[in-house]
């Protein structure tokens, strides 16, 4: 595809609720971030994969909150019994290359979750 | 720990003046430095990085590590140019982004 692709666009979860959000990066394309974003903020960092490795994931809040790339390319982040707090944007990334001064991150147009 | 802070939520200028989007960090190393731009319905896209130290859209960004500093910079404002800005940072020769809060620019006519 053009570009990083997330669905669901929009998610209403009631809380308690599990969700899974999906991300189709770039084809080809190395690296792989999820971020989240609440409103007001700027995106803060979750986790990454090099293919379908998981090297980090220092910045997942809680252990609800479970990403995994098993193929190296289609990525899923599900989050477990969903909490008003986990309301926010989902944004995923990607990048060519895993690291370097010629390496671009491209982002996704998020997935918005409102738990209610 | 890694820190970006720019201060203005908002900033609102007429069409034609001079812009400057201030950005202060804070980070043991040698960092990246990056200026991402959203505009309205559109997704979040690199402006530009310090290291290429190229214009993008008449805007330029000098790194000033006395200051710790990666202000935004462009002489004269467009209506375009209205959108939310994230000045970021990464480790040398990292990937993982480090975000601030945004600034909002607004250009008036």
């Known amino acids: 595809g053009a570009g990083v692709s997330q669905s669901p666009r929009y998610k209403v979860a009631k809380r308690g609720q599990d969700v899974a959000l999906r991300c189709d990066p770039i084809?080809?394309?190395?690296?792989l971030f999820w971020y989240q974003q609440a409103l007001g903020q700027g995106p803060e960092f979750l986790t990454y994969?090099?293919?379908?490795?998981?090297?980090?994931k220092s910045g997942l809040p809680s252990d609800r909150f479970f990403a995994e790339r098993p193929e190296g390319s289609v990525s899923t982040l599900k989050i477990q019994r969903t909490q008003q707090e986990d309301s926010a944007v989902y944004l995923c990334?990607?990048?060519?290359?895993?690291?370097?001064?010629?390496?671009?991150?491209?982002f996704g147009e998020g997935s918005w979750l409102t738990v209610v | 720990a890694q820190r970006v802070t720019q201060p203005e939520k908002l900033l609102s200028v007429f069409k034609g003046a001079p812009v400057e989007l201030k950005c202060n960090y804070s980070y043991s190393g040698s960092p990246e430095l990056f200026w991402y731009v959203q505009y309205s319905r559109q997704r979040l896209q690199l402006l530009l990085r310090h290291i290429s130290r190229e214009s993008i859209k008449g805007f330029t960004a000098d790194l000033n590590k006395g200051e710790t500093s990666f202000h935004l910079k462009k002489p004269f404002a467009q209506e375009e140019d209205s959108a939310m800005y994230y000045c970021?940072?990464?480790?040398?020769?990292?990937?993982?982004?480090?975000f601030g809060a945004g600034t909002i620019l607004r250009v008036k006519s």
């Open positions: 994969f090099q293919n379908e490795a998981q090297l980090d």
């Open positions: 970021a940072l990464s480790r040398e020769y990292g990937n993982k982004l480090v």
């Open positions: 084809s080809g394309h190395v690296s």
């Open positions: 990334a990607s990048s060519r290359l895993i690291q370097g001064a010629g390496n671009t991150i491209y």
